[in-house]
């Protein structure tokens, strides 16, 4: 599975220069359910599960699991 994760919030209005501007993502959880379809309210229930064990990372993927 490959994760990418890429918003743009722009607002243009008002720019009149062509100087590069910052970019600042932040990426608050990531959850993979395989073979599962889940609603928003059950991705929210499990993500909130986590932080209220004070769960930062979990990596339940083992290394032979892993495609190059």
Same mark, same amino acid.
């Not at 008002?14 to 100087?19: E, H, K, L, V």
């Not at 309210?41 to 986590?50: C, E, K, T």
């Given at each position: 599975?490959?994760? =990418? %994760?890429?918003?743009? +919030?722009? @607002?243009? $209005?008002?720019?009149?220069? =062509? *100087?590069?501007?910052?970019?600042?993502? %932040?990426?608050?959880? &990531? +959850? !993979? *359910? %395989? @073979?599962? &379809? +889940?609603?928003?309210?059950?991705?929210? *229930?499990? &993500? $909130?599960? !986590?932080?209220?064990?004070?769960?930062?990372? /979990? *990596?339940? &993927?083992?290394? /032979?699991? +892993?495609?190059?």
């Amino acid at each position: 599975m490959g994760t =990418t %994760k890429l918003a743009y +919030l722009i @607002d243009l $209005n008002g720019q009149t220069g =062509t *100087a590069a501007r910052p970019c600042d993502q %932040k990426m608050d959880y &990531v +959850l !993979h *359910a %395989k @073979d599962q &379809v +889940l609603m928003p309210a059950q991705v929210s *229930a499990r &993500v $909130n599960a !986590h932080r209220a064990t004070g769960t930062a990372f /979990e *990596a339940t &993927v083992r290394p /032979e699991q +892993l495609t190059p």
